[in-house]
């Protein structure tokens, strides 16, 4: 199993940027897809952004255009960039493998990005 370790989050008032780092322990490409997801308080967890092993991005529409997901294959890293950030944008914020649209590994601990308005 491959670990993932989230990291990067913080409090950041409303309108500002914040980069989440997701390591992981193997190689991201062994994977169709790597994901952010996020959990607000009392909701599901959705899924936010997705890099595919070919470089394809996809975007919740409540991100897009605000966000940026991205990866550095020889660190196995992935990236989200969160700019303009809004309090709707307040989660634990997670990153997962993906096998289709399914995240295939157990959650980590995430990292809290907390938006003040």
């Known amino acids: 199993q491959v670990r993932l370790v989230e990291s990067g989050g913080g409090l950041v008032q409303a309108g500002g940027t914040l980069r989440l780092s997701c390591a992981a322990s193997g190689s991201i490409l062994t994977f169709s897809a790597m994901g952010w997801y996020r959990q607000a308080p009392g909701k599901q967890r959705d899924l936010v952004a997705s890099?595919?092993?070919?470089?394809?991005?996809n975007y919740a529409d409540s991100v897009k255009g605000r966000f940026a997901i991205s990866r550095d294959i020889a660190k196995n890293t992935v990236y989200l960039q969160m700019s303009r950030l809004k309090p709707e944008d307040t989660a634990v914020y997670y990153c997962?493998?993906?096998?289709?649209?399914?995240?295939?590994?157990?959650w980590g601990k995430g990292t809290l990005v907390t938006v003040s308005s």
């Open positions: 997962n493998a993906q096998a289709g649209a399914t995240p295939i590994f157990n």
């Open positions: 890099i595919s092993s070919g470089g394809f991005t």
